[in-house]
């Protein structure tokens, strides 16, 4: 069974990187058949798409977090991990790692998302 | 980008009723639209992909229809643990864009 599962502080002060790692176990970060995705949750709000990441490095970015959104993927520790830098308040959100199909259309496996606060 | 709009924002329902809620794109996504359920505190869970395909596992209860720019899920007989919230996701471009959310409610 497919298991993800963030990892990182759950407070980042303003203007700081917001740094978080996806560890995948259940299976390999490196098949051919998979995209790997952040996604995040204002408290009370929608879904906003972050970014997603083939094993090969092959990056898509959400433009409107593009300039300060890192994504990258270490396959020797089967984990991928996003960093947001120049953080506000509006950052704070759960944040969820989830594996997407080859296209990166869907996502059908999701961690069970962590908390980060932004905040002095 | 292309933005998803779902209605209604909430529905209050009973047990065993039909429910049905749409997904308006506002351009064409042929069939690439996906559909999850949320619980609260929980991650969504991904139910229909490609429109009206329904995933490993999910209850036939759910369906999706439509294509271009209007969509449709319904539950055809709505069951206690229904109760959550419903959000419709395209995938035709980058980037890729939710809607709203739709609140399940118990009546």
């Known amino acids: 069974q497919l298991q993800l599962q963030e990892s990182g502080p759950g407070l980042v002060k303003p203007s700081e990187t917001l740094s978080l790692t996806c560890t995948v176990s259940g299976g390999s970060i490196s098949s051919s058949s998979y995209y790997w995705g952040w996604i995040r949750q204002p408290p009370g709000k929608g879904l906003e798409w972050i970014g997603s990441?083939?094993?090969?490095?092959?990056?898509y970015y959400n433009p409107s977090l593009k300039s300060r959104v890192t994504i990258s993927v270490d396959t020797s520790k089967n984990q991928f991990s996003l960093k947001l830098s120049s953080v506000t308040a509006a950052d704070t959100a759960v944040y969820y790692c989830?594996?997407?199909?080859?296209?990166?259309?869907?996502?059908?496996?999701w961690g069970q998302g962590t908390l980060v606060t932004v905040s002095s | 980008d292309i933005q998803m709009t779902q209605s209604p924002s909430s529905v209050s329902a009973s047990v065993g009723d039909r429910v049905t809620i749409t997904c308006r794109a506002s351009?064409?996504?042929?069939?690439?639209l996906a559909w999850y359920q949320q619980k609260p505190g929980k991650a969504p869970k991904l139910l229909i992909y490609?429109?009206?395909s329904l995933q490993s596992g999910v209850p036939s209860r759910f369906s999706g229809s439509g294509s271009g720019t209007d969509f449709t899920l319904t539950i055809s007989s709505l069951q206690p643990e229904d109760f959550a919230t419903y959000y419709c996701q395209q995938a035709n471009s980058f980037p890729r864009t939710f809607g709203g959310g739709t609140k399940v409610e118990i009546k």
């Open positions: 989830a594996r997407q199909d080859d296209m990166a259309t869907t996502y059908d496996y």
């Open positions: 990441i083939y094993y090969s490095g092959s990056t």
């Open positions: 351009q064409g996504i042929s069939s690439w």
């Open positions: 490609a429109a009206s």
